[in-house]
């Protein structure tokens, strides 16, 4: 079955410009996160969804980062009047519900890079 | 966050068997313990959990300690599409249901 699809695969953009990266869950899988890798490091948390609501935003550096997931599906990670320090790895990854045992499916990401 | 601390990174040789130890000494009661593992220019995949007892998988085994303050995975034959960046995550319901990822185990396997 399909997986978890991220779009777009690369982004480049400039200091100060608006973008969206989307996440298309596998089918069915209620809880959504998202993560930011940087060079050299591992994943890090930036939000979670159950259902439509965020159930979790601590992990969002600041108030120009904001998602959606308007229809308990797909998601959408906003970045407003992007910096360069936001270049990275974006990855979404999925999961039946949110409970601790649960595997999460993560996508390829979107790699961002703000020149 | 109960957090993990594993080595930077590891060599093994092909079809050899691989140990990879991650300390979890925070760790609670309700945690899980998660690997999952990072290939090149790839989001990372789920390899095997547990929470007390030992866990074997198609891909791995996972042994846990009996004070749950450590555990080791363990793959039986190194190959090398077993190279990539191994991670420790203890999943707590407490704190949102994050992960927290670490810098992982960078596993070299040598044919």
């Known amino acids: 079955g399909a997986g978890v699809s991220q779009t777009p695969s690369n982004k480049v953009t400039e200091k100060g410009k608006y973008v969206e990266l989307r996440c298309d869950p596998i089918s069915g899988h209620t809880a959504l996160y998202w993560y930011r890798q940087s060079l050299g490091q591992g994943p890090e948390f930036l939000i979670y969804?159950?259902?439509?609501?965020?159930?979790?935003d601590s992990g969002l550096p600041n108030d120009r980062f904001f998602a959606v997931r308007p229809e308990g599906s797909v998601s959408t990670l906003k970045i407003q009047r992007t910096e360069r320090g936001d270049s990275a790895v974006y990855l979404c990854a999925s999961s039946p519900s949110e409970l601790p045992y649960n595997e999460q499916f993560f996508g390829p990401g979107t790699r961002l890079t703000v020149l | 966050d109960a957090k993990t601390t594993q080595p930077n990174s590891m060599e093994s040789n092909e079809e050899e068997p691989v140990h990879l130890p991650c300390n979890h000494s925070t760790i609670s009661g309700t945690d899980y313990i998660h690997w999952y593992r990072q290939l090149p220019s790839q989001g990372p995949e789920y390899v095997i959990h547990g929470l007390t007892s030992n866990v074997n998988n198609r891909m791995a085994s996972l042994a846990i300690a009996e004070d749950r303050k450590s555990s080791t995975l363990i793959l039986h034959r190194a190959t090398l599409r077993d190279a990539a960046v191994y991670y420790c995550i203890l999943r707590d319901t407490n704190t949102g249901n994050q992960f927290y990822f670490g810098t992982g185990t960078s596993l070299t396997v040598i044919p």
């Open positions: 969804f159950q259902g439509t609501g965020a159930a979790d």
